[in-house]
């Protein structure tokens, strides 16, 4: 149990588009979903707090713009880099909350051309 | 916020016992003690979680001493599939309508034949 995917596991655009990541919880309902960013070699960087039914909470330096966050349902979050360029290029990773427990998704790496 | 020290890196021979020790000696109260384990172009993989005394599973042990200021994450007879990054973090968990959780380095493990 506690199985989050995400979609797609890759993508590579033109810089000035926009990507949207999907992750889902699959056996699970999750209130609360977190997106992380992570650079090679580096460590997971928590981006924002994706609230069911209620607008994300970002962390400091993360612009709300720029990363638009949708979880309209208790099974879906949807991560939007907006008007994408190379410095966007990173490894995306979700996770879902289940009582005390964060369980993540397999991540999803972006390369902005 | 709970901030977490671990070893940058550790080496074992296959067959061995692995003990990482994490520090944290801000943890409040309501934190859990969480340990992930993430492979390269992947997201983490929950491995344990505790809150005090110790935790066993069919993966490793959390040993947590009373004062709950460090945990000791103890993987009994590793394998080369065991190299990997180990993460240790602490979070706000039951009750708490937060859970966000901020890794640190991680220990980077490796298992040598």
Redesign the interface.
Known sequence: GAVVSQHPSRVICKSGTSVKIECRSLDFQATTMFWYRQFPKKSLMLMATSNEGSKATYEQGVEKDKFLINHASLTLSTLTVTSAHPEDSSFYICSARRSETQYFGPGTRLLVL | LAKTTQPISMDSYEGQEVNITCSHNNIATND?I?W?QQFP??????II?GYKTKVTNEVASLFIPADRKSSTLSLPRVSLSDTAVY?CLV?K??GS??????????TQLTVWP
Request: no cysteine; glycine share 24%; net charge positive.
């Open positions: 859990y969480t992930y172009s992947q997201g983490p993989r929950f979680q993460y979070g968990g039951r309508t937060l859970g966000r959780l901020y890794f640190g380095r991680g």
